[in-house]
């Protein structure tokens, strides 16, 4: 997503997370410590790790709907997140879980403000924020005002969904059925 995660992925060295759609890379000699817990059900662990280490996100000409701990700050409001699948290790079909819609997260900004940081480099306009802070009072706002996440579109099944606290997801004990079996779907 963009040319700085592309240029870290093609750095010698760089470790990578263990998710098939999303997963996250880091260099440095903490880079393995902030991907290695990244599985295809844990797609936030990497964010979980930067917020207790004390770590900061910034955003580089780009906003908040682009900021993707919201996503976790999600989580930590009580949302379910959307299940989608993918070709796991062996090329078999798994269930993996991640955010929907971000359009609507620039509406978190008044909720965000506080912590805020705003530089200017070039003609960029950088924002950076404490992870675990951002994450905390993004979570409040999203528990207080569910539909402050909504992108606004009445169409948007994805953030319908979320303001009624994520998609209801059924046991997925039987997700690995024999395909000629219906009777349980």
């Known amino acids: 997503m963009g040319a700085l995660p592309t240029a870290v992925l093609q750095r010698p060295g760089r470790v990578r997370g263990n998710h098939p759609m999303g997963s996250f890379a880091a260099i440095g ?7 290695e817990g990244q599985t295809p059900e ?8 930067l917020a207790a280490l004390g770590g900061f996100a910034v955003l580089m ?8 701990l919201l996503h976790y700050a999600e989580v930590r409001a009580g949302r379910n997140m959307f299940m989608r699948w ?10 993996i879980f991640g955010g929907g819609c971000s359009r609507g997260f620039n509406k978190l900004e008044l909720a965000l403000d506080h912590l805020t ?4 480099v070039g003609s ?18 999203i528990r207080d005002q569910p539909e402050i996440t909504h992108c ?7 953030c319908n969904d979320a303001v009624l606290g994520g998609p209801i997801l059924a046991t997925l004990t039987n997700w690995n059925q024999d ?3 219906t009777s349980t779907r």
């Open 152 to 158: 606004g579109s009445l169409d948007c099944l994805e």
């Open 86 to 95: 993918a070709n796991g290790p062996e090329g078999i079909p798994i269930p």
């Open 29 to 35: 000699p903490l880079a393995r410590v902030h991907v």
């Open 117 to 120: 940081r705003e530089a200017v």
């Open 61 to 68: 000409g780009v906003g908040l709907k682009s900021l993707t």
């Open 179 to 181: 395909e000629t079996d």
């Open 124 to 141: 960029s306009r950088w924002l950076v924020l404490p992870a675990e802070q951002t994450i905390a009072s993004a979570a409040a706002a």
């Open 42 to 49: 844990d797609d936030f662990a990497p964010i979980r790790t």
